[in-house]
């Protein structure tokens, strides 16, 4: 693109970071992502996504959670994708604190994420016995005002 006098901007280099990420080189889509800044591109959501699905791809969770935090902090917002990817993967980590936590932000956020999804947070904290947890979960997303979602909390409970 040099050659041909054409600038890369962001979705160049998101391409790549998804590259990278695919291709399990996360450390070098971390060292580009932070190269940004020098190149007078700012990341964005789709930046910050490309990067927490490489951590989230190598079972990283802490490292995951310290880029959600970093996009949260930045200009971007998190998105669909953001959750959805951190609410599964919080839930195959088994913490479903954050993923209750992750569930509330999609609401304040104006994010309908699939019910799908939610409802994987209902269940695993009906698996770790705390039922009143799940069933106030089960009431944010069947109220939501925006779309019903018509969340259950299972037979057992």
Not at 72 to 97: E, G, H, W, Y
């Amino acid at each position: 693109m040099m050659n041909t006098s054409i600038s890369p901007d962001i979705r160049t280099y998101n391409a790549k970071l998804v590259g990278l990420v695919s291709e399990k080189k996360i450390v070098e889509a971390v060292e580009l992502f932070n190269q940004l800044c020098s190149k007078k591109l700012k990341p964005d959501e789709f930046s910050h996504n490309a990067i927490i699905n490489g951590f989230c791809n190598d079972g990283n969770l802490q490292d995951a959670k310290k880029w959600y935090s970093k996009l949260v902090q930045s200009d971007s917002a998190p998105n669909k994708t953001t959750f959805a990817t951190l609410i599964r993967f919080a839930c195959k980590m088994t913490d479903f604190d954050w993923a209750v936590e992750l569930f509330k932000q999609t609401f304040e956020q104006k994010c309908l994420v699939d019910p799908n999804i939610m409802q994987l947070v209902i269940d695993g904290l009906v698996k770790e016995s705390k039922t009143e947890a799940a069933k106030q979960l089960v009431e944010i997303g069947n109220s939501n005002k925006f779309r019903r979602y018509n969340l259950t909390t299972p037979a057992e409970v």
